[in-house]
């Protein structure tokens, strides 16, 4: 809005008004009105103004500057700004009718906040902006479109309380997941992480064992379970000193029972949890189980026939051509050695070993080892302490292993082992029917496991946890769990899995609005996921400006 003087004549005299320009939303641009209306320029010379004109151009020019001041925003305690990207998951959290479950618990207890208020929204806030809690409460909360009606305290409390039971909350999820979206557990993926804590002092949950960031901090342990589609369907929480083999075999056995798992699931996991005791148990159980086993760790035999060069090689090829990885597979009795009563003992269990080389990853892996032998060679040119080398020790050959200085030269031999198997990898099975390929495809798919705690620990922020007490500490994973849970339905049963995790948690992080005079102001990038998603929904995703009725159209939409 601006003011201007109008002046106009009428028979021989000049009048004077101050006008006002505006927009018009009848007229989709400008238009005026009439202000103030002022008499004639004579007439206010006959009252003794000289110039009339100069004399309400000054009252104009007030005008106008009171008027720019009044416009101007000013600065709030609150941001202007409004998260839209997780309205997708108030559908899937509606269709579901978690809420009908969660309410229950406000029967026995004498809550003063809503529980599922409360673990809604902070499920919807980890997965739009994750960070402390109380940065959630203060800063992420106040952003979602309804608020919420706790306060920080309650919060806490909340959270002490769903960790406590966080079993029962993941069977209400498990048992309406497998209602509307299924859940197939033909075979089951299952990993270990851990969470670190930045503290001094371990207590009887936070303790120090191996760290993946290689931290001396306490931390927590954590096994997921995810079905054959990679939907999460159990989280086993555990001291960080425990070894995770035997978490393996006690959370699936858990799980199982818990869901009335009764049918055969192959047991897909990495080397690192590749043992005979896991192995006895699958068979135990009559389950089957794939792993992935060192090469290098071979008897020398295997390794030989890994090595040999012959026609069971079968390539597989891009569209263009270029070689992907080779495979090739033999099926045979393998003896594993495990302790039954503190007695060692050997079982032969026939097997399907396939195994693979990836020129790619032969690529990378060489040239990571080079990396690692020019660190080792210039360690042995300065003498430096036995506990510098580290993981560098197996490169290095030491003579003075007393001395405080090691006298160490470079182990050539090792290095060729290294690098003679770079690039190989081994598949174990008890699936001795199953195809090679899919063989290679259902290990393969173990990366959406690694994935998944990925998600939680870098994209879910789960890391490091500042929290104190126990169950709040497992209410906070249980909240990453959750959020996991929802984004992995919303990819593969939603989406079909067209979409990368990184397009999806871009968009649930991006699209957001800034709320102006009378619309809201999309401030979202345009991207090819929210231009698809929005053919899809048929919603305004994409448009500038969105009105109130087009928000509550957005956080009405049902999948």
Known sequence: MAFFL??????????????????????????????????????????????????????????????KNKNSLKISDHSPELYLGYFPF???????????????????????FDLYELLSSLIYARLVN????????????????????FSYDQLLDGLEFI??????????????????????????????????FEIDREDDFRRKGPSKENRKDPVV???????????????????GNESEKPIL??????????NQITGKTIHVADKGLNCAQNIAFSKENGDGYLFSKSVKSLPEKEKTWVLLDNDDWKDVRSRGGTLLYRYKS???????????????????????????????????????????????RNLCYSQAKRSEYGDLGKYVDFIDEDGEKAKASINESM?????KFAGYNMLVTSEKDMDDIDIYNTYHNLWRIEESFRIMKSDLDARPVFLQKENSIKGHFLICYLAVLLERIFQFKILDNQYSTHQIMKFIRSFKVVKGESKYINVTASSEFIKEFEKMTNLPLTNYYLTERQIRQIFNYKI
Not at 221 to 239: H, V
Not at 249 to 258: A, E, F, M, P
Request: hydrophobic content about 30%.
């Open 415 to 419: 290095i060729e082992k290294e690098l």
């Open 221 to 239: 342990g954590l096994g997921l379970l995810l079905d054959a589609n990679q939907i999460p369907i159990g989280m086993e929480l555990f001291p």
């Open 90 to 112: 108030i559908s899937m959290m509606n269709k579901m009718d978690i809420k009908k479950y969660v309410d229950y618990f406000n029967l026995h207890n004498s809550f003063e």
């Open 6 to 67: 109008k002046k106009s004549t009428l028979k021989g005299r000049t009048y004077l008004s101050i006008v006002e320009s505006y927009y018009s939303p009848q007229k989709h641009g400008g238009a005026h009105r009439t202000y103030k209306s002022l008499a004639s320029v004579e007439t206010w010379k006959a009252k003794g103004i000289d110039d009339p004109i100069a004399y309400f151009q000054k009252e104009v020019d007030e005008l106008n500057k009171n008027n």
């Open 249 to 258: 075999r006690n959370v699936i056995k858990k799980l199982k029972d818990k």
């Open 163 to 196: 960790g406590n039971d966080y079993g029962k909350f993941i069977e209400i999820f498990n048992e309406q997941t497998k209602k509307f979206y299924d859940i197939n557990t033909s075979k089951t993926y299952f990993d270990c992480s851990n969470f670190y």
């Open 330 to 376: 033999c099926v045979e009795k393998f003896p594993y050695t495990f302790e039954i009563d503190s007695k060692k003992k050997t079982l032969c269990f026939t097997e399907k070993r396939l195994v693979t080389y990836n020129p790619k990853l032969a690529s990378k892996k060489k040239y990571e080892i080079a990396k690692q032998i020019e660190k080792a």
């Open 130 to 149: 994750p960070c402390s809690k109380h940065r959630t409460f203060h800063e992420v909360l106040p952003q979602l479109r309804d608020g919420v009606h």
